[in-house]
């Protein structure tokens, strides 16, 4: 009994020795924590707003969060007085009116290159020339002519069919083009001597009677 209480003396002299650096540990852990719970205070507040800002709403608020209501939108009845009152107004001195939308001319396709069947259309007009059916003989010509632009034969069998067909222009007007194609033709002079006299006859059928 007399160790134990020897020991337990022992230990609350030992107690009693460490207790004012206890207490000094405590003290300075407590001067330490008290800024430091300041300052976690003062961060979660955050810093002042600038002037002229309104503070941001608390995110306590029951409100916080919430999407704010969208706008109605603008009656009907403005944009229709808004488009009416447009249209009524006149234009301006630089107004110009939109171009209407017209079809595209149509161009007509080229004339087919087809020698062939130019010389078929000759032969076939020269059977109808022979026959004495000048209006064939002549459809078959001007085809021939179509076919083979620059052909100079066409154009003289086209003037000897409107000669005997009795319209001398119209001769005289494919014996010009036969001369202008076939400028070196072997019977310019006799082509020459028939659009002379079938110029000469135009103009004396077309003199009135009496004048001769």
Excluded at 15 to 33: G, K
Excluded at 148 to 157: D, F
Excluded at 173 to 182: D, G, M, P, S, V
Aim: glycine share 8%; charged share 20%.
């Amino acid at each position: 009994m007399i160790t134990k209480r020897i020991v337990v003396k022992n230990l609350m002299r030992r107690a009693i020795h460490w207790m004012p650096l206890l207490a000094v540990v405590m003290l300075a852990l407590a001067v330490f924590a008290m800024p430091a719970a300041a300052q976690g205070s003062k961060l979660a507040d955050g810093p002042p707003p600038p002037e002229g800002v309104a503070a941001p709403a608390s995110s306590a608020s029951p409100d916080a969060g919430a999407t704010p209501a969208p706008s109605p939108p603008p009656s009907g009845n403005s944009s229709d007085n808004s488009s009416d009152s447009a249209s009524d107004r006149a234009p301006g001195p630089g107004f110009v009116p939109a171009p209407v939308n017209e079809p595209e001319p149509v161009t007509p396709p080229a004339p087919a290159w087809d020698p062939l069947h130019a010389t078929k259309s000759v032969e076939v007009g020269t059977f109808y020339l022979k026959k004495g059916d000048y209006d064939a003989a002549i459809d078959r010509f001007q085809e021939a002519a179509r076919l083979q632009p620059g052909l100079a034969k066409p154009y003289l069998l086209l003037g000897e069919a409107y000669e005997k067909k009795g319209d001398p222009g119209s001769a005289v007007t494919a014996y010009r083009t036969y001369l202008k194609l076939y400028r070196t033709a072997p019977d310019r002079s006799r082509i020459l001597e028939r659009i002379a006299h079938l110029e000469s006859k135009s103009k004396h059928d077309a003199a009135p009677p009496g004048t001769g």
